[in-house]
């Protein structure tokens, strides 16, 4: 079973706007720390936004201000609502959790870790 299961990725012009969802299984998502990394066209990884299980977030100073990080522990879902893109956003999508009590970095083994959604934006 997959852990973690991404979608909402896509193609918009610059300026639009995408929601990214990550729905979790298989582990406790309510004190899970989840967050949202990105692996752009020149492989550089870096992570977007992250949340803590007290509901504490981290923005890159890329995003601050564009994206918003939200979960509902009903639905086991995490969601990346993402405003006035740029051409810069655009990459591969990645959700991530926690194994532990640290939310590691890019592709660590000790974090769990979605198949990825690919978001495009072209000026």
């Known amino acids: 079973e997959v852990p973690l299961v991404e979608s909402g990725g896509g193609s918009v012009q610059d300026g639009g706007s995408l929601t990214l969802s990550c729905t979790a299984s298989g582990f406790t998502f309510t004190s899970s720390h989840m967050g949202w990394y990105r692996q752009t066209p020149g492989n550089q990884c870096e992570v977007v936004s992250r949340?803590?299980?007290?509901?504490?977030?981290y923005y890159a100073p890329s995003v601050e201000g564009r994206f918003t990080l939200s979960r509902d522990n009903a639905k086991n879902t995490v969601y990346l609502q993402m405003k006035n893109l740029t051409p810069d956003d655009t990459g591969v999508y990645y959700c991530a959790a926690a194994r532990g009590s640290v939310l590691w970095g890019c592709f660590s083994e000790n974090n769990y870790w979605g198949q990825g959604t690919t978001v495009t934006v072209s000026s």
């Open positions: 949340m803590w299980d007290n509901g504490r977030t």
